[in-house]
Nanobody
Framework: QVQLVESGGGLVQAGGSLRLSCAAS????????MVWFRQPPGKEREFVAA????????YYADSVKGRFTTSRDNAKNTVYLQMSRLKPEDTAVYYC??????????????????WGQGTQVTVSS
């Protein structure tokens, strides 16, 4: 089992920045790839970013590439999502997720087994 807890969401003006955190407990975090998803109001959950267990590989949705950066601190069992140059269309509930086998297998939300409760990010225009 893996427990995930996101934090750091809030209200920010367009062009601003936020840093989300996802604290993990349970299974060995340092051997798990981690994935960020978001769910805009009235829409499906969508892939945002992912980071390999070592942090050596990162992946981004085209919509956030160049604006968002994911990183991790395995000593703190925490993964981060630094969001810059935020846009109103970034408004969503943001989730971190992990697969039961620890890898990054897909950009589809239904492929992941463990989820946090989500943190709301609202970007005003």
């Amino acid at each position: 089992q893996v427990q995930l807890v996101e934090s750091g969401g809030g209200l920010v003006q367009a062009g601003g920045s936020l840093r989300l955190s996802c604290a993990a407990s349970g299974r060995a975090f340092s051997s798990s790839g981690m994935v960020w998803f978001r769910q805009p109001p009235g829409k499906e959950r969508e892939f945002v970013a992912a980071i390999s267990w070592s942090g050596g590989n990162t992946y981004y949705a085209d919509s956030v590439k160049g604006r968002f950066t994911t990183s991790r601190d395995n000593a703190k069992n925490t993964v981060y999502l630094q969001m810059s140059r935020l846009k109103p269309e970034d408004t969503a509930v943001y989730y971190c997720a992990a697969h039961r086998y620890g890898g990054i297998y897909s950009r589809l939300a239904d492929q992941y087994d463990y989820w946090g409760q989500g943190t709301q990010v609202t970007v005003s225009s």
